[in-house]
């Protein structure tokens, strides 16, 4: 009789484990799956078609198991109804048989552990930029629209500063577009530098990048962007024996009241064309009707570098 209990334990703890795969697919998977895009139908179907396969597996695993204990149990009923020597190998049946599913189980968690990675992972790449390890522009849409929902239902402060590089079609025409990389990607490693891990720094496209700032007012935004800025023109980029210094334009906004993130944006991009036509290098803020300047930085002379090879090339755009 106890060993009758047994198996109904069993059989419960096995159906659980089939509820538990079935409600893993279900829930967590999808979850997972709201960062893929459109573009990525191809590995979205080769990923469900893999969970579909294990779930399948998993499947037949617990029916297999289910038919070995029923026929343990009829063949208990005989053993005890007809008295027979049967039991002892009817219970190491049972006991492979419990040994193999188990097995069969562990295996196929990890392999749910192994899409999930997957996903995980391809959903990180659907949101970083490739060259400069960045958030990218489908990021800072996700992550300003979280943003603009914690704005609007308290009262925590948002602004958004914009970021280009001056002239940076000469660095490609000029030097190549593997330098252009190589600056790209150090103008990223210096934002990611400066700005705190709760601001989201994003490359919105092509030389231009952007920063959310949650709870930060304009006056905090305005600093920090100036000091960006004079980091940017104290730095100088190596490569291939060329050494070159470079400038960006910023823009920066506080988002309003009654203000969307539409007209957020618009504002802060009104500020840094504003700083680029005032002659680049400089920090402009919107007060939500006009671009103003924080300060009109002196104008820089280029002086040639006298501690390098003569094949070098200092220049400054």
């Known amino acids: 009789m106890e060993l009758l209990v047994s198996h109904v334990i069993l059989g419960v703890v096995v159906g659980g484990a089939g509820f538990f795969a079935g409600w893993w697919l279900h829930v967590r998977i999808p979850e997972k799956r709201t960062c893929v895009g459109q573009s990525d139908e191809h590995l979205i179907r080769e990923l469900i078609s893999g969970l579909h396969g294990l779930s399948t597996r998993m499947a037949a695993d617990v029916n297999e198991h289910n038919t070995t204990v029923s026929e343990v149990d009829r063949r208990l009923t005989l053993v005890q109804s007809q ?21 069969k189980l562990t295996e196929t968690e990890s392999k749910l552990d192994d899409l999930s990675h ?37 009262d925590q402060t948002l602004s958004l500063i914009m970021i280009d590089i001056d002239r940076f079609k000469q660095v490609n025409d000029v030097h190549g577009h593997p330098f252009g990389d190589e600056v790209l990607r150090g103008v990223g490693e210096i934002l990611i530098d400066q700005f705190r891990g709760r601001d989201i720094v994003t490359r919105y496209g092509g030389e231009e990048f952007a920063v959310l700032m949650p709870d930060t007012g304009v006056a905090e935004s305005r600093r920090v962007a100036e000091s960006v800025r004079e980091i ?3 730095t100088r980029f190596e490569f291939n024996g060329k050494s070159l210094s470079l400038t960006i334009s910023l823009g920066v906004a506080e988002m309003l009241s009654g203000e ?13 064309y504003a700083a680029k036509h005032a002659g680049r290098n400089r920090v402009f803020w919107h007060d939500g009707t006009l671009p103003h300047p924080l300060r009109s930085p002196q104008s820089r002379k280029v002086q040639p570098r006298q501690d390098r090879d003569d ?5 400054t755009y």
């Open 83 to 103: 008295g027979t020597s049967e039991l002892g190998s009817l219970v190491d049946r049972l006991i492979t048989a419990n040994r193999s599913v188990q097995s």
């Open 118 to 154: 997957k996903m995980e992972h391809h959903a990180t790449e659907a949101r970083t930029d490739v060259l400069t390890g960045l958030a990218n522009r489908r990021a800072f849409q996700e992550e300003a629209a979280r943003c603009y929902s914690r704005f609007r239902e308290s």
């Open 232 to 234: 940017l023109e104290r």
């Open 260 to 272: 969307d993130l539409p007209e957020l944006l618009k504002r802060a991009d009104q500020a840094m």
């Open 311 to 315: 094949s070098a090339v200092a220049e």
